[in-house]
């Protein structure tokens, strides 16, 4: 099968195209024939190797993170697929693999696809969907009139969470540029904050729950808008101490070397939140079939829009990736196999 590789960490010229042996499905794996593949941030910070202590890498490697296809084989002990199923995943984190003409992935972390969506628009949702899910439904657990900043909510993740947190009744505020005022506010969204003429801290608004998609020197400004007894989640700062341990089996020294790294890395934003009366944390998405499941309900109820940037031949990857880099994606952008 076609395949891309990383052969190492760093830029595009580490990613290839080239031929890999065909999976075989282990016996709580299926095989799915991949139709779309979804790009993201993630993927990027990956082929960089932003997690390379946490995650030691062997070269070559079949990176990607998301992707809708067809189960073509299904191992002796899966039991809720068969051959032929229309399915939508988000990879293990620590194996990846959907950058590739076919995909063996445990059969727990796949759920059929939305019957009211394509392969390409399927493909879109896995990882800003799940995000978006865990944040807004477990993390923030946002209630009816919870007012609600989004920080970045022109993004993937931020447009699933517009639309889960208005259905949730909050009272949702989000960061973004003016251009993405309409469609924002049309997925929901009561206020948009134009991020190049205001800045989050002045006024008087203060936020019942904080998601910060956007990091950086932003979000340092954060601190002083959540009231006491809030709550502030980021996916985009240092990871907080616990957030990532359950992503990848590593040996109890990294283990304990990577925890007091995060622990004094996040030093600063703990502080602010003790000090603020607020709980603070780093939210690390889990790959989950039964969340998908909840996404794929509430797409096919009509409940949850799903917005496709920009669509590329499988072939083109590295033009797709650089569309992503640019940050200025408004949707997914997705790789689509013949």
Excluded: C
């Excluded at 990879?91 to 939305?114: C, N, S």
């Excluded at 989950?288 to 083109?316: H, M, N, P």
């Amino acid at each position: 099968m076609r395949a891309y590789e990383l052969t190492g960490f760093g830029g595009p010229e580490v990613l290839r195209l080239g031929a890999r042996r065909e999976p075989v499905p282990g016996p709580r794996e299926v095989v799915v024939d991949t139709r779309a593949i979804g790009l993201n941030p993630i993927d990027i910070l990956q082929r960089s190797g932003t997690f390379r202590f946490a995650n030691p890498t062997r070269f070559p490697v079949v990176p990607g993170n998301e992707f809708s296809g067809v189960v073509s084989a299904v191992g002796a002990e899966a039991t809720s697929l068969s051959v032929g199923d229309a399915v939508f995943a988000r990879t293990d984190k620590a194996r990846l693999g959907a950058l590739a003409e076919r995909v063996a992935i445990e059969e727990r972390l796949v759920a059929p696809m939305p019957r009211s969506l394509d392969f390409v628009t399927a493909a879109a949702v896995p990882l800003a969907g799940t995000t978006a899910l865990q944040a807004i439904r477990d993390a923030l657990d946002v209630r009816p009139k919870d007012r609600l900043l989004i920080t970045g909510g022109s993004s993937m993740v931020g447009m699933f969470a517009i639309q889960l947190a208005a259905r949730a009744g909050g009272h949702v505020v989000t960061t973004a540029s003016s251009s993405s005022e309409s469609l924002l506010r049309g997925l929901g969204a009561d206020e948009v904050i134009d991020y190049r003429t205001q800045t989050i801290d002045t006024g008087s608004r203060v936020f019942d729950k904080v998601f910060d998609l956007v990091g950086g020197a932003p979000a340092a400004a954060l601190s002083s808008v959540v009231a006491p007894g809030g709550r502030l989640v980021t996916v985009s700062a240092t990871p907080t101490p616990g957030s990532v341990r359950h992503d990848y089996t590593m040996a109890a020294w990294r283990a304990v070397l990577l925890e007091t790294a995060l622990r004094l890395a996040t030093l600063g934003p703990r502080r602010h939140a003790r000090r603020g009366g607020y709980t603070y944390g780093f939210l690390s998405m889990r790959p989950s079939g039964d969340d998908l499941r909840e996404l794929g309900s509430l797409i096919d109820d009509g409940a949850l829009r799903v917005k496709i940037d920009s669509t590329y031949d499988f072939a083109r990857a590295d033009e797709a990736l650089a569309r992503v880099e640019t940050r200025r994606a408004k949707g997914k952008v997705v790789l689509v196999l013949p």
